[in-house]
């Protein structure tokens, strides 16, 4: 059993640290399935990172690049037949080969197809649901609040991540606030789902899906930061995101990370 | 009626500099059927313009989005099957539900099956259609002069924004000349259909077609003049031009715009 | 008969420049069947040398457009009806016109699917076969050696450009090996679907194809440096070589080019 130390702010941050260790000595394969907007973005993220992204939906091959990668992305930001049915097949060769996975059910607030297929891949097993404000809302029928998170993640039997001004993170047990990130990371397509893409690279290293979640969004976010001081607007802001995820180091991580 | 002095080219860049406050102000939804080379910088765009942008082409549910959403855009840029049955449901909705949209029918002079549903679309109300001087001709069978832009505007019942060395804005009885812009907004792919999705923005927050067109392409062509000072090429150029758009005040955009 | 001297270092670092020189001139029209997570950053890289990219895939123009195109890239990135439904009508029209072509069979080491559909195009004669060290090792039954390139290619008559720590480019006859690029370009997604689309533009203006490919990737790798001296990470760097290539000129070239 894990020492009540572990589920400090303090083990958060040296979780982040080791994490961004081992990601860079370990090269995890992540396999996104995700929207056309973000696919670009998410993939050099990744590479940042020392992560080998593949995109492939085609239903011939996915299973192979599934059962051959560390971590799976589900992101729904783009809802058509092509990505469902190679969610399909994604899904069933993640839980055959205990490759853990994330899903990110980007709009389910808009649209009542996504949410419902949302709630099939949520009786699923996924790993991780990360999500903003207004998803959860749609599909826990319940206001975000920490309470309604860790009642949602137990019930589920997942970690939640959900984002905002401030990140929270439940599982059915832990709850924990990172405050780290920038106004600018709004104002940049995709980076919440790149931010899920980490997630899944995250659990690729991190058996500890909890810790695993929260170390990444700390990484984001303190990434985040950093590329705001060079930044002159959005457009700077997400070219200096990628590079200050590239240079990142432990002792800056722990030193901005903002856990409660 | 309005009076001669909205016409004037004082006029239109403040008209100019109000909707941009406008769409800070109140952050519409633009909804996009657009080119995959393109999502991802458009959304960018109309994010550093305070919008909401969204891209779904899922036939499912792009009928809710665009119900929805304050102002539509039609892109012909990737011509697949998908995106022209996601056209037919979102411009139905469009017309019942009075959201104006924009079409920008690209590459309709090298394609003919493009041309056939450009012309198509067009029949069906279009409040803008956003073009280049090959694609007009394509669609007008006629040279792109300025007393040719007014007819056929007015003979469609619409406003034409033209790009080029120049801009032209035309609806049936005004006509306006915007000298803004870079040459090396040539050299980014996308720029123009980001055009586009910001002159659907326009039309969101300011009701005369003509003027909301004339004043997206003054704030392109007037962040395009300040990127253009702060970049070494096309790379650092289109990451300028989102700052740009995103530090843009009226008082710049009237002392730049040039308009006759 | 070509002389001994063209096949020299020396000489392939001048038909760089050359290339160079002619694509500004002439602005050659690339179509370019490329994967979803590259289009634009490779339309952002032709338009960066002068040329004209178009990447529709739609069947009932794709042909057109190939017919009216100055060279065709097929990249198996993305492995989807759509695209190879698209890729034969290209190819096919390819053939007939004498349109030069490139195939980069992306990730066919890890996709037997792909992997198959690329001997098949193999077998219709691209000019050039672009791929990475593990890729040629699945196709050619074979560890990439420069005799087993040499062989190879003579064998399916057609260059081999493979792209790595150092670049090898061979005909059946000739081999060479190109030692510039850096370090970041593995960490920019598509960097080398960008590169073959780069090969297929100077397919467009040099017809002798292990020049040309040669002259493509000497170009490529020396851009790399230039822009990796200007970057503090890969997203920086993915902007700087695009100005790179913009600002690239004959003396830098044939000064940087590392050509054995």
């Given at each position: 059993?894990?020492?009540?130390?572990?589920?400090?702010?303090?083990?958060?941050?040296?979780?982040?640290?080791?994490?961004?260790?081992?990601?860079?000595?370990?090269?995890?394969?992540?396999?996104?399935?995700?929207?056309?907007?973000?696919?670009?973005?998410?993939?050099?993220?990744?590479?940042?990172?020392?992560?080998?992204?593949?995109?492939?939906?085609?239903?011939?091959?996915?299973?192979?690049?599934?059962?051959?990668?560390?971590?799976?992305?589900?992101?729904?930001?783009?809802?058509?037949?092509?990505?469902?049915?190679?969610?399909?097949?994604?899904?069933?060769?993640?839980?055959?080969?205990?490759?853990?996975?994330?899903?990110?059910?980007?709009?389910?607030?808009?649209?009542?197809?996504?949410?419902?297929?949302?709630?099939?891949?949520?009786?699923?097993?996924?790993?991780?649901?990360?999500?903003?404000?207004?998803?959860?809302?749609?599909?826990?029928?319940?206001?975000?609040?920490?309470?309604?998170?860790?009642?949602?993640?137990?019930?589920?039997?997942?970690?939640?991540?959900?984002?905002?001004?401030?990140?929270?993170?439940?599982?059915?047990?832990?709850?924990?606030?990172?405050?780290?990130?920038?106004?600018?990371?709004?104002?940049?397509?995709?980076?919440?789902?790149?931010?899920?893409?980490?997630?899944?690279?995250a659990l690729a290293v991190e058996?500890?899906?909890?810790?695993?979640?929260?170390?990444?969004?700390?990484?984001?976010?303190?990434?985040?930061?950093?590329?705001?001081?060079?930044?002159?607007?959005?457009?700077?802001?997400?070219?200096?995101?990628?590079?200050?995820?590239?240079?990142?180091?432990?002792?800056?991580?722990?030193?901005?990370?903002?856990?409660?």
């Open positions: 059993m894990r020492s009540p130390d572990e589920f400090s702010p303090r083990a958060l941050a040296s979780a982040a640290a080791d994490i961004l260790q081992q990601l860079r000595a370990r090269g995890p394969r992540v396999h996104c399935i995700t929207n056309a907007v973000a696919q670009n973005f998410t993939a050099n993220v990744l590479l940042a990172l020392g992560c080998v992204p593949s995109m492939t939906l085609s239903a011939g091959e996915i299973g192979d690049f599934v059962a051959h990668s560390d971590a799976l992305l589900v992101n729904l930001g783009t809802f058509d037949r092509e990505r469902r049915e190679a969610t399909e097949i994604a899904v069933d060769t993640a839980r055959r080969g205990k490759v853990p996975w994330v899903l990110d059910p980007v709009f389910v607030d808009r649209s009542a197809p996504r949410a419902g297929f949302a709630r099939v891949l949520i009786g699923r097993g996924p790993h991780v649901l990360r999500l903003n404000r207004a998803e959860f809302s749609a599909l826990a029928d319940s206001a975000a609040t920490p309470d309604a998170l860790v009642a949602y993640a137990g019930d589920k039997n997942l970690t939640v991540g959900l984002s905002g001004e401030t990140d929270w993170v439940a599982d059915g047990e832990r709850f924990a606030t990172i405050a780290n990130g920038h106004a600018l990371m709004a104002k940049v397509t995709a980076m919440g789902c790149a931010g899920s893409a980490l997630v899944a690279a058996p500890d899906t909890w810790s695993a979640t929260a170390a990444a969004l700390i990484i984001v976010g303190v990434a985040g930061e950093v590329a705001a001081a060079r930044a002159a607007g959005p457009g700077s802001f997400a070219v200096a995101i990628v590079d200050a995820l590239y240079n990142l180091d432990g002792p800056t991580l722990i030193a901005h990370a903002k856990v409660t």
